[in-house]
């Protein structure tokens, strides 16, 4: 775990964490929204080495998205946070999620 971490300062270390993932939301964001897209995205913006994929994903899901969600709409970028919900909302679920999903139906 710790190795995983020094993976992630080592990365966003010389930006500083906040600015590296906004420029990497800001580059990637597009304005016509496509599922097929979502996944694709949601990968490039967590681009780390050093990570497992699933540690990954909770950080963007858990962390990251949330954050920025808030961040822009603070400060009124609508186009942004937007982009960011359908994100959340049009990603798809892990079987994982699936099951917790078909439970609470």
Known sequence: MIHQILY???ETFEK????YFKD???DLFYDGHNKKNVK???????????LRE???LDMFFSIITPF?????????????HNFLKYIIESYP?????KQL?????
Do not use: D, H, P
Not at 16 to 19: L, W
């Open 8 to 10: 992630l300062l080592s």
């Open 16 to 19: 500083g964490i906040f600015v």
């Open 24 to 26: 990497k939301i800001e």
């Open 40 to 50: 694709s995205v949601a990968n490039k913006i967590m681009s780390l080495s050093g």
């Open 54 to 56: 699933a540690r990954k």
């Open 68 to 80: 920025y969600i808030i961040i822009y709409e603070s400060k009124k970028n609508l186009k942004l």
């Open 93 to 97: 679920l892990t079987n994982e999620n």
């Open 101 to 105: 999903a078909e439970k609470n139906q």
